[in-house]
C-alpha cells in the first residue's frame, strides 16, 4: 500500500486505489464555483523585455497568446532559455509583462486571491532545512489561508498520497526525491483549482515519476487544470491533452499530441530474412532509389494502399514471411526537435 | 502576516547567530545578577553592592546598575541583533523560496514584513531577556520602581527598526546579507558622529555646501546614539529629554519601510 520509507529512491506514493482517493478534495471541487471560467489560463500578446546593465533590450517572450482550458493538462515545451520559467513567473504574479494580459481564472496574476487557488511546484525549490513536513505544509497552507482545521485534515492524507506519510525528520535529511514530494504536496495544500507544475518528476525515479503521471490524470478527471512544464517530452506526450511548444520566446507550435506524432506516410516491413531474392521483389514494387533496407526492416513511403499492398504479395511470392507493418509516426520528441531545429516538419 | 511572523521566529532559532545571541543574553543577565547584591546594614538601610565598590543607596544605585546594564546591552545587541536579523528578510528573497511564497495567496509585503516584524521581536525578546531579570530583581528586593526599563526597551526598539528598515530596503536590489548589513551598520557608526557633527565633521569639512548635505544626512538618519543616549537618561531621571530623535527616527523607519514595500510590489522577480 505504498508506505513511505526514508529513502527517496524507494518510496512510493500511494496507488490511485488507496484509501484515500482525494475525497475531500472531491467534495470541494463539487463546491467550486459554477460560474468558473472556461479558461483557466488566457495569454494575450505577452511581451516580456529586459534591459540588460549596457542597456541592451532582451526579449524574452515575444507576443505569446495562448489559452489552458480548465480541467485539461496543457503541456508547455521548449529549449533552456525559451521563455517557459518567465511565461510561468507572470501567470504567477511574480513578474509582471512588458506589454500584453495575463488572466488566471478570470483574474489578474496580481490578485493575491486568485493565486489562493492556484498551486505551484517551482523547478528548482529551496526548502528550509529545520521544518519538517508537516510543518512546512502547515506553513504552506497558512500562506494560502486554508483553515487550520481543514489542514489537519488534509495533510496526513496528502503525505500519505505523495508517500511521506512516515516522514518526520527534518526536511535536511530529505533525499531529493522525498523533496519533490513534498514540493508536490505543497502544491495540493490548498486544493488548487489550477496546478502549475515545473519539471515535477525531477529527481524522482522511474516509478516516482509513474505515480507523478497517474497523480496527474487523477487530478485532472477532478476537474483540475494542470499547466506542466517538463523536459521529458515523453511524459508530455503521454498525459497532455494540449501542447505548445515556445522557442525563443514564440509560440512555434500548439497542437494536441495526436497532432504532433502523426504519421510520416512512410511504413516500416519487417521481415524474417533478407536475401537477394527479396530485394529485388521489394525493389520491383518501390523501385531502387526509395528503399532502405536496415538489417530485415524495409522502410519506404507507398503513394497508396494499394502499392503497400502490392509490396506484400510480392514478398509473400518470393516467399518471405512478413513479421510486421508498422506506420512510422513522429514521436514528440522527433516534432520538436524539427521545430526548435528550424526544420518544418 | 501572522503567520509568517511564527515562522521567521521558528526561523531564527535554527540559525545559530540568534542561539549565540540567546546564549549571550543569558550570560549577560547571570553576570549582572551574580556580581550585584542587595543587603541591609546594621542600621538596617538596604544598600546596594557590586563587587568592591562603594556600597549604594536603592534610590540613586538602582537607576545606575540598570544604566550599566543598558549600556552593556544596548550598542551591542543592536549590532548582534542586526546579524541575527537580517538573513530572515534576505533568505526571503532566495531563489527557490521566494517562486514558493510569493506565488501564494498571500501579499508579498504581509509576507516581507511579518519577517520584519520577526526580526524586531527578537532582538525585543533577548534584550528583555538579557535586562529584564536584574530589574525585577532590584524592583524585588529594594521597592524602587524598574518600570523605566521598559521604556527603554522601546526606545531602543525603535532605534533598531530603523536600522532593520535600511536591511530590508538594500535587501531588494541584489543578493545576500552582506551589503545589507554593511548599509545598516555604517548608519549605526555614522550616527554619534553626525550627532556630534560640529566637532566631527565641521572640523574636516568647512564648505558651506558640505556642512549642509552633513546637516540634512544628520536629519534623515536615524539617530541611535541619541536614543541611546535618551534611554539612560529616561532611565536615570524618568523624562524624555527631546522627543526629536524619537519622531524624526520613526518617520525615517516608516519611509523606508514604505518605500521597500513599494519597490517589493513593483519588483518583478
Known sequence: ?345 | MFATFVNSLRESMSRRVALVLFGVAILVAVAFNSVVHVRALANGEMMIFVGTQTPMPPLTGVPSLLQSDLRATGSLWLLLALFAAAPLLTATLENGWLELVFSKGTARWRIFLGRFLGGLTLYSLTFVLATLPLALRLWWTTGVATWRVGVALLIQTFSFAALLAVTALVTLPQKGVALPLIASAAIWLLSPSLAMRQETFYRIFSSHIARGIIDWAYRILPKCSELEDLCMSFVERGVIVSSWPIWSTGLFTLAILGMTVWMLERKSF
Open chain 1, 1 to 345: 500500500m505504498g508506505r513511505a520509507r526514508h529513502d527517496g529512491a524507494a518510496a512510493r506514493f500511494a496507488p490511485v486505489s488507496s484509501h484515500w482517493q482525494f475525497t475531500e478534495f472531491e467534495r470541494d471541487v463539487a463546491a467550486l464555483d459554477e460560474t468558473m471560467t472556461s479558461q483557466a489560463v488566457e495569454v494575450r500578446d505577452l511581451t516580456k523585455t529586459y534591459r540588460t546593465f549596457r542597456g541592451k533590450t532582451v526579449s524574452a517572450l515575444n507576443n505569446v497568446s495562448l489559452y489552458v482550458e480548465t480541467g485539461t493538462i496543457f503541456g508547455l515545451i521548449g529549449q533552456n532559455g525559451a521563455g517557459k520559467t518567465t511565461l510561468i513567473k507572470i501567470l504567477l504574479g511574480l513578474g509582471t509583462p512588458t506589454t500584453g494580459e495575463a488572466q488566471l481564472l478570470g483574474n489578474s496574476p496580481r490578485d493575491a486571491a486568485a493565486r489562493r487557488r492556484v498551486g505551484y511546484l517551482p523547478e528548482q525549490m529551496r526548502l528550509p532545512d529545520y521544518f519538517q513536513a508537516k510543518n512546512f505544509l502547515l506553513y504552506m497552507g497558512r500562506l494560502n489561508r486554508v483553515d487550520r482545521d481543514a489542514m489537519e485534515r488534509r495533510i496526513p492524507a496528502l503525505l500519505e498520497r505523495v508517500g511521506l506519510a512516515d516522514a518526520r525528520n527534518p526536511v535536511k535529511t530529505f533525499s531529493k526525491g522525498m523533496r519533490q514530494r513534498l514540493g508536490l504536496a505543497q502544491a495540493l495544500v490548498n486544493n488548487p483549482e489550477v496546478l502549475f507544475l515545473d519539471e515535477p518528476t525531477d529527481g524522482l525515479d522511474p516509478l516516482g515519476r509513474k505515480d507523478v503521471r497517474e497523480l496527474l490524470v487523477q487530478l485532472r478527471a477532478e476537474g483540475r487544470t494542470i499547466f506542466l512544464n517538463s523536459h521529458l517530452l515523453s511524459e508530455v506526450e503521454l498525459v497532455c491533452d494540449r501542447i505548445v511548444i515556445l522557442n525563443k520566446g514564440k509560440v512555434a507550435r500548439e497542437a494536441t499530441p495526436d497532432e504532433f506524432t502523426r504519421g510520416t506516410g512512410e511504413y516500416l516491413v519487417r521481415v524474417a530474412a533478407v536475401d537477394d531474392a527479396v530485394r529485388a521483389a521489394a525493389a520491383v514494387v518501390v523501385g531502387d532509389g526509395s528503399a532502405e533496407w536496415t538489417q530485415n526492416t524495409l522502410r519506404f513511403a507507398p503513394h497508396d494502399r494499394a502499392q503497400l499492398n502490392c509490396l506484400v504479395d510480392r514478398l509473400r511470392g518470393v516467399p518471405v514471411e512478413i513479421e510486421s507493418i508498422e506506420p512510422v509516426r513522429l514521436s514528440l520528441e522527433d516534432f520538436f526537435l524539427q521545430v526548435v531545429g528550424g526544420e518544418e516538419p
